[in-house]
């Protein structure tokens, strides 16, 4: 059955670093996520991406983070200087286009910033 | 903003019990509601999504029901086993809007054998 992969599984980094979260949807898939999970609260969405852009993004997504698709197959996110508050696992997801948009979610990268 | 509840926070079980997980949401003009199952230090898996026209969906020993109108849905699971030990996770999305979901805090389920 296809899935939705992550790569790191796990990052640590030094605070004001740059780390870039890579993603391999669900070949077929059309719109993409990236939302995450501080540890011991609840998920929460990041940002949305269809047709090479974002479609929607929340409050946390701010200017130091982005997102791109590089290439047909992967999806990133990147964090440009990061914070000790961005220690999180980070959950990228797929969603058909078909308009019932069941989500289906990678493993996650659990990131650690010292 | 839509916030979403779930009920209990932990729950344990003896193996073979029916049992019933409940998720509210405080705007009931949602778009699709999705139930996850999530283990410890993994990602989330999908379970069931229910439409907003929907009622209830079944996958198995599974049952999702969806009453908008009281902003409630309730996920239940038939004679548990200890393999269905995780959180389980109820999401919703906001009125007319498929590209994010609000999560609950979750259930933590133990499914003693």
């Known amino acids: 059955e296809p899935e939705v992969t992550q790569t790191p599984s796990h990052q640590v980094t030094q605070m004001g670093q740059e780390v870039i979260l890579r993603c391999v949807p669900i070949s077929n898939h059309l719109y993409f996520y990236w939302y995450r999970q501080i540890l011991g609260q609840k998920v929460e969405f990041l940002v949305s991406?269809?047709?090479?852009?974002?479609?929607?993004k929340s409050e946390i997504f701010d200017d130091q983070f982005s997102v791109e698709r590089p290439d047909g197959s992967n999806f990133t996110l990147k964090i440009r200087s990061t914070k000790l508050e961005d220690s999180a696992m980070y959950f990228c997801?797929?969603?058909?286009?078909?308009?019932?948009?069941?989500?289906?979610f990678g493993p996650g990268t659990r990131l650690l910033v010292l | 903003k839509q916030e979403v509840t779930q009920i209990p926070a932990a729950l344990s079980v003896p193996e073979g019990e029916n049992l019933v997980l409940n998720c509210s949401f405080t705007d009931s003009a949602i778009y699709n509601l999705q139930w996850f199952r999530q283990d410890p230090g993994k990602g989330l898996t999908s379970l069931l999504l229910?439409?907003?026209?929907?009622r209830e969906q079944t996958s198995g020993r599974l049952n999702a029901s969806l009453d908008k109108s009281s902003g409630r849905s309730t996920l239940y699971i038939a004679a548990s086993q200890p393999g269905d030990s995780a959180t389980y996770l109820c999401?919703?999305?906001?009125?007319?809007?498929?590209?994010?979901?609000?999560f609950g805090s979750g259930t933590k389920l133990n499914v003693k054998p």
């Open positions: 229910i439409q907003s026209s929907q």
């Open positions: 997801a797929s969603s058909p286009g078909t308009g019932v948009e069941t989500q289906y």
């Open positions: 991406f269809y047709n090479n852009e974002i479609s929607e």
């Open positions: 999401a919703v999305n906001p009125p007319g809007n498929f590209n994010k979901f609000y």
